[in-house]
């Protein structure tokens, strides 16, 4: 008898709610065999795969174990050699800063079928959510979204330069995040917002400027975040739904 073809589906859970995804993503994980998921994965979301799925944690949380990226390449190319069905759940959209590259590749040498399906990135939804426009005709015109993860690696003279600078992945680098911006040129006057766990129940939002943010958010965790800076921050509330600002 001829095996079934196995695949992997390289999914985007969004912002971790299931109301926040894709009807392609929501079917998927109903039909898993396979799931393999990232730490930020959330519990609301895993209760939609079969009884029968097997779930693998691959981890992929700052500061926090997780598999090398060679083990979740390897997997997944085992795992769709033996025929599954195999889910790839990464939290926001996978191709933003979620190293899907390595992961396609690794499959296509390997003759695996694959395929991506988007989700919605924190970088837009976080501060959407919390009542912050990333573009404004008179505030900004434009914006850019980075990975603070490596600070040295970014040309922060050009970042400084832009209206509107979102950060991922750069709760630690915060000290460091301000020192380069102030250095390039940016006010202490700025305007900053933290958005940690963004749509959750345990949301929480700082809002300040570069002179003051590190005060108010010194000795709590404010991993996993998404940091935005830029005036238009100044907008949070008018245009916020809720008062979950700290």
């Known amino acids: 008898m001829t095996r079934k073809a196995g695949k992997v589906y390289l999914v985007g859970a969004g912002t971790g709610r299931i109301e926040h995804l894709t009807l392609q993503a929501h079917r998927l994980l109903q039909q898993a065999e396979v799931l393999v998921y990232d730490a930020l994965v959330g519990d609301e979301l895993l209760a939609l795969v079969p009884d029968h799925c097997e779930q693998i944690q691959v981890g992929k949380r700052g500061g926090q174990p997780s598999a090398a990226q060679a083990e979740i390449n390897q997997l997944l190319v085992e795992q769709a050699e033996q025929g599954k069905q195999v889910v790839r759940l990464k939290s926001?959209?996978?191709?933003?800063?979620?190293?899907s590259a390595a992961e396609i590749q690794a499959l296509s040498q390997a003759g695996?079928?694959?395929?991506?399906?988007?989700g919605l990135s924190s970088a837009l939804t976080a501060p959407l959510l919390a009542g912050i426009p990333l573009t404004d005709p008179v505030l900004s015109r434009c914006f850019a979204v980075a990975t603070a993860h490596e600070p040295d690696a970014l040309d922060w003279e050009a970042l400084s330069q832009l209206e509107t600078l979102v950060l991922l992945m750069g709760a630690k680098q915060l000290p460091e995040i301000i020192e380069q911006l102030l250095r390039h040129g940016r006010k202490l006057e700025t305007p900053m917002a933290i958005i940690r766990w963004a749509s959750q129940p345990q949301q929480?939002?700082?809002?300040?400027?570069?002179?003051?943010?590190?005060?108010?958010?010194?000795?709590?965790?404010?991993?996993?975040?998404?940091?935005?800076?830029?005036?238009?921050?100044?907008l949070m509330p008018y245009l916020s739904g809720n008062s979950a600002a700290q």
């Open 92 to 99: 926001g959209d996978p191709f933003i800063f979620g190293r």
């Open 204 to 234: 929480q939002i700082w809002t300040g400027n570069l002179g003051n943010i590190l005060r108010q958010t010194a000795q709590q965790p404010i991993s996993p975040a998404v940091i935005v800076i830029g005036e238009v921050v100044r």
């Open 112 to 118: 695996c079928a694959f395929e991506t399906v988007p």
